[in-house]
Nanobody
Framework: QVQLVESGGGLVQAGGSLRLSCAGS????????MGWFRQAPGKEREFVIA????????TTADSVKGRFTISRENAKNTVYLQMNSLKPEDTAVYYC??????????????????WGQGTQVTVSS
């Protein structure tokens, strides 16, 4: 059974940084795309960033471009989200997800098959 577990969330001041991790188990994700989404209170879940199975390609939402980066360590079945220059509007629950049947990135939630439970990120002003 595939499981994804996020960690690294917390409270940070505006301008600060956080690094989220997403560890997968129950499968091998080295050839599948993985992504991060977020959901703020009262809003729909939205795409943040994704990485190809090889780790060589990424897709980034305009709202976080230049501030957030994604990387992966396939030997550990883990993907990371480095968040810099955080803003209060980045406050949300952050979810990682994997496309079990495709190595290419996607901005669409429905293209991802497995999801983590999420980790809260709160940015204070």
């Amino acid at each position: 059974q595939v499981q994804l577990v996020e960690s690294g969330g917390g409270l940070v001041q505006a301008g600060g940084s956080l690094r989220l991790s997403c560890a997968g188990s129950g499968g091998t994700f080295s050839t599948q795309a993985m992504g991060w989404f977020r959901q703020a209170p009262g809003k729909e879940r939205e795409f943040v960033i994704a990485v190809t199975g090889s780790g060589r390609g990424t897709t980034t939402a305009d709202s976080v471009k230049g501030r957030f980066t994604i990387s992966r360590e396939n030997a550990k079945n883990t993907v990371y989200l480095q968040m810099n220059s955080l803003k209060p509007e980045d406050t949300a629950v952050y979810y990682c997800a994997v496309r079990s049947r495709d190595s290419g990135t996607s901005r669409t939630m429905e293209d991802y098959d497995y999801w983590g439970q999420g980790t809260q990120v709160t940015v204070s002003s």
